[in-house]
């Protein structure tokens, strides 16, 4: 087996060629996928594994088994050349779609997306050279998260709104800090990235016996993925990261978190729902035309039935959470000021949960320009008669922080003064670095009387005064401040459409 370096090198450089023949990340990305899970199917149905994988014949175009058809498997695929082979791994693609378990969802409406079968055959030879599940899960990994990383950069594709940053997802499992033994859900959970986060925490900071490895192998994650395509690279990032079994059954579900509790009752919840205000679905009208209605869930456990998409996300998670659960969730701005629904469920999140931490965020983070986001930490309770929130303690790195993509992106140590600041497994130690000798102090807390007497119970405290408008000689590039105003007016616009949709629901 070649060493790591070079076998990373290969998978990259053979990435970049593609793309010169204008085949994109995404669409490499997905024949990896295909390719590298089949190729190591084969290696585990053969000793010392020795997995129970059905591998099905070539099927027909309504699902059955030709029963002369030729084997859907690795082997019979590495036989083919030229055209046979281009039109075999079609056929393979479309037969092993129909499977069940991890096999079905890992291929489901799986399409070939490289049309030239040398181009093809040179993946499917690179792959074949290596025992898979002889390399370590941390190289695999690494490999399959810079693909991903790559394909999230690719704004074209809209694949960045299923790549949370690594580095605010660490700071957030950090402050976290789950334990092993515990269930953990993410209701969209997109590529992966808050369960590999967890995955690692508890590794690292825990010597972990026979029954809790098993336990965290295929018993800790669970979650809700409603695009085919985005949850087949979350379950496949999973595997090569070791969690999960090739011949279990997914535990990513296709459905729609929001439609119905189905009486999920987990210990941790780490999300960034899907950017976006509004749930809505495609219907054919009386004309037979197609048509965008608004969608609102009418849920029993939810506190308001409104279309906003956050807000329903946000009683969705509280709604998941055991009495003594925990939550860190990723929420645009809206969500903290908006009326009507908004004020609703905020008083009902204070009252019901501890909501004791919000970490306002910068824009130039995410790859869905101009977005204003925050994080909120809050732990479940059982039913009070009082208000559980007393305090909320507010950070906030986004006044005078100036991140993009490219240039200038998000880190680890970016973040650890807030880590630092929320003292994790120790809150009642906190220090507030705010104060009216220390106006300039990120780190503040609120009472819960301070936030109820605010109009609408609005969530969306600043104190700091913006420097750049004061500060000619401080400001940032030319083209990161071209890129930061660009952001801005997106701001701008995504808080006057809450504003009117709050204006048109009271």
């Given at each position: ?234 379950l496949m990032n999973m595997f090569l990261h070791n969690i999960g079994e090739i011949d279990g059954d997914s535990f990513i579900s296709p459905n729609d978190a929001l439609i119905a509790d189905e009486g999920l009752r987990v210990d941790y919840v780490l999300a960034n729902p899907p950017f976006g205000k509004k749930s809505s679905m495609t219907i054919t009208n009386e004309e037979g035309g197609q048509e965008k209605q608004d ?115 998000l880190a680890l140590t970016d973040l650890q003064p807030f880590i630092d600041a929320y003292k994790p497994g120790k809150r009642h130690k906190r220090v507030a670095s705010w104060s009216e000798k220390n106006p300039e102090g990120r780190w503040r807390k609120f009472s819960y009387e301070e936030i109820l007497a605010r109009d609408k119970t609005n969530l969306d405290i600043f104190w700091l005064k913006d420097q750049s408008l ?37």
């Open positions: 087996m070649s060493n790591e370096s070079s076998l990373i090198s290969k998978i990259w450089n053979f990435a970049n060629v593609l793309r010169d023949d204008g085949v994109g990340y995404g669409d490499y990305l997905e024949q990896i996928t295909y390719l590298l899970f089949l190729k190591m199917a084969d290696e585990m149905s053969k000793p010392p594994y020795d997995k129970k994988l059905h591998f099905p014949r070539v099927k027909d175009s309504e699902g059955r088994e030709e029963p002369k058809g030729e084997r859907c498997d690795w082997p019979t695929l590495c036989r083919k050349r030229g055209a046979e082979l281009e039109a075999f791994y079609s056929q393979l693609l479309r037969s092993l779609a129909t499977e069940r378990g991890m096999l079905g969802q890992i291929f489901t409406k799986s399409q070939n997306k490289i049309q030239d079968p040398a181009k093809l055959l040179k993946i499917i030879d690179m792959i074949g050279k290596e025992q898979w599940t002889m390399v370590g899960a941390d190289v695999k990994g690494d490999i399959y998260e810079g693909l991903l990383e790559k394909n999230a950069e690719d704004t074209k594709s809209g694949a960045g709104q299923y790549f949370t940053p690594r580095a605010l997802i660490r700071a957030m499992v950090e402050c976290v800090r789950p334990e092993p033994g515990k269930t953990i859900h993410d209701p969209a959970c997109g590529t992966g990235g808050f369960f590999l986060a967890a995955y690692d925490f508890i590794t690292r900071h825990h010597d972990l016996d026979r029954d809790q490895k098993a336990f965290l192998k295929n018993r800790t994650f669970f979650g809700n993925e409603i695009v085919a395509g985005t949850r087949r690279l979350c969608l609102s869930y009418n849920r029993q456990d939810f506190w308001a039935t409104t279309s906003n998409k956050q807000l329903n996300f946000l009683q969705h998670i509280r709604s998941l959470l055991k009495i003594t659960g925990q939550a860190a969730v990723v929420l645009p701005d809206n969500v903290l000021f908006e009326g009507g629904a908004g004020e609703t469920v905020r008083k009902e999140l204070m009252r019901a949960t501890e909501l004791h931490t919000i970490l306002r965020l910068p824009t130039g983070i995410f790859y869905a320009q101009g977005v204003k986001a925050n994080v909120l930490f809050f732990d479940n309770k059982p039913a009070a008669r009082t208000p559980w929130t007393q305090e909320v303690w507010i950070y906030d790195y986004r006044t005078n922080i100036h991140h993009t993509l490219k240039k200038k992106t004061a500060d000619l000689d401080n400001l940032p590039e030319p083209d990161e401040l071209a890129e930061e105003i660009i952001e801005n007016l997106e701001a701008g616009l995504e808080s006057f459409r809450a504003v009117s949709v709050s204006l048109a629901g009271d």
